[in-house]
């Protein structure tokens, strides 16, 4: 195989290392922070997809209820402003993780993230949110005739719970997508698509302050502890008094033992191309949109952003301590690996290519790799998190229930197992970094180079992580 490594190096000359969906928007002031101590019926810790969901639909259950939003830093700066955004009608990770992990609940799941689609797109009409929403649906495409199998099964999932998905083989995935690497593919073409997801948590900010929320940027929450008026939140200038308190905080509260010995902060790492001239856009088609995923061991997805970029991601890698912002991850070295999956899926933009933005978000991986729920403080503080993938519309499917959980509510999604259960502990440091960085080698390699790497994989998905799906 000729090294490209000079050439990848080449393409990320001139990279900004930070995420294209905020550096594209113009910035915003923040909210002030918390100055004043204060009372809320409902405190949302955390200020990105999830927490502002949840304080969203919080109030629209309830106008009168005082909801307050407290986040460290600025909206969006956590995982929320840094995805693919593509958008998924599975709250539980992919139809085969919910068959993984739920195999009596799949239907009603299904259905449940086929409603929270209905709602999400809804939601976005009512409010009239402007995030170049695309509704193109997602695909799921076979790497070489290896490949193959793992689509023939999506398709089939697909069916089996009601989607709308179509089956490609060879000539009309190439039809879809120019790459001499797509054997084949599933085109779920409804409920699906992309988003920019920097401007929808914008605009979901705006709907929250509309809505009565009072948002406080830039305002950490630093100790909890309950007392008799409620749960007392400390930070830096002033406490806030809660009845109840949500933590929609994902990776970012893995600094907590008790969250963290069941959620990782898993770095995953993205690229965007320069915008394509309409040159290179003849070259690789994609005339219709669709959010993708491969079949790769360690899979890459992509998409193309509104002003025709090419986004490609999908390499992971752990930093000792669920360390949640790397200076190593602003340096061109760990996405090389990338770069060359982008010559290899796209060649024909190879020579002419150079990548305006590279940037790593943190997952909050768990062995269940989709939301679950802890209670603190007698069931007055949940922690709604462990999102690895899909969270743009997962998310709000996960605060509604945390919320309905938080509130004791005795609806059906709080009596399903996903609600009542939780992950499987992860060992501690360091035994969790040594396996962590075995573990991402032999997920770089294995495809190309086999060996030890395929058992060792299999012994890490029959633990409990499925980290290939």
């Known amino acids: ?29 923040d909210q002030a922070p918390l100055r004043e101590h204060g009372f809320c019926d409902l405190l ?10 949840a304080a969203i639909q919080a109030k629209e259950q309830d106008p009168a209820r005082d909801v307050a939003l407290i986040e460290a830093k600025s909206v969006a700066n956590g995982a929320s402003g840094r995805p693919a955004a593509i958008m998924s009608t599975s709250v539980m990770h992919g139809i085969d993780n919910t068959e993984r992990l739920f195999p009596d609940d799949v239907v009603e799941l299904e259905r449940l993230g086929q409603q929270n689609m209905d709602e999400f797109r809804a939601a976005i009409d009512r409010y009239r949110i402007d995030c170049d929403v695309e509704w193109g649906g997602e695909m799921k495409v076979g790497i070489g005739e290896e490949g193959i ?13 009601g989607h709308d998905a179509v089956r490609l083989d060879r000539q009309a995935m190439q039809a879809e997508v120019n790459s001499p690497l797509f054997f084949g593919g599933t085109w779920s073409r409804q409920r699906s698509g992309t988003v920019h997801p920097g401007k929808l948590v914008r605009e979901l900010k705006r709907v929250a302050l ?15 502890r309950k007392q008799a008026g409620g749960i007392v939140v400390e930070t830096p200038l002033a406490n806030i008094t809660a009845r109840r308190v949500l933590l929609a905080t994902n990776a970012w509260a893995t600094g907590h033992p008790h969250i963290s010995r069941r959620v990782a902060a898993i770095r995953d790492r993205i690229l965007v191309t320069e915008p394509l001239t309409p040159d290179q856009r003849q070259k690789i088609g994609w005339h219709n949109r669709q959010g993708i995923y491969d079949t790769r061991t360690q899979l890459n997805y992509m998409r193309l952003t509104p002003d025709d970029r090419i986004l490609f991601g999908g390499r992971l890698g752990y930093f000792f301590g669920n360390n949640t912002d790397p200076a190593q991850d602003r340096t061109a070295e ?17 020579d002419e290519i150079r990548f305006s933005h590279a940037w790593s978000g943190p997952i909050g991986l768990t062995t269940r790799m989709a939301v679950h729920y802890q209670k603190y403080h007698d069931g007055d503080m949940v922690f709604a998190g462990g999102y690895s993938g899909f969270g743009v519309t997962a998310s709000r499917f996960g605060a509604r229930i945390g919320l309905a959980i938080l509130d004791r509510q005795d609806i059906p999604e709080t ?13 501690p440091e360091p035994f969790r970094w040594i396996g962590a960085q075995v573990t991402m080698y032999a997920l770089d390699t294995v495809d190309e180079k086999g060996g030890w790497r395929k058992p060792w994989i299999a012994m890490v998905q029959k633990m409990g992580f499925p980290i290939t799906l």
């Not at 949302?44 to 969901?53: A, E, I, Y």
Request: proline share 7%; hydrophobic share 40%; charged share 15%.
């Open 149 to 161: 199998p793992t689509v023939d099964e999506d398709h089939a999932l697909y069916l089996k719970y």
């Open 1 to 29: 195989m000729t090294d490209t490594t000079g050439q990848a190096l080449q393409a990320l000359a001139g990279t900004r290392y930070t995420t294209f969906w905020l550096d594209s928007l113009e910035p915003v002031a």
């Open 44 to 53: 949302v810790v955390g200020g990105g997809f999830c927490g502002l969901w």
């Open 334 to 350: 760990p996405y090389i690996r990338l770069v060359q999956s982008f010559y290899r899926t796209f060649p024909q933009l190879a």
């Open 210 to 224: 509309e809505l009565g929320v009072r948002v406080f940027e830039n305002t950490p929450m630093l100790r909890n």
């Open 415 to 427: 009596r399903m197992q996903f609600a009542q259960t939780l992950p499987n502990y992860i060992p």
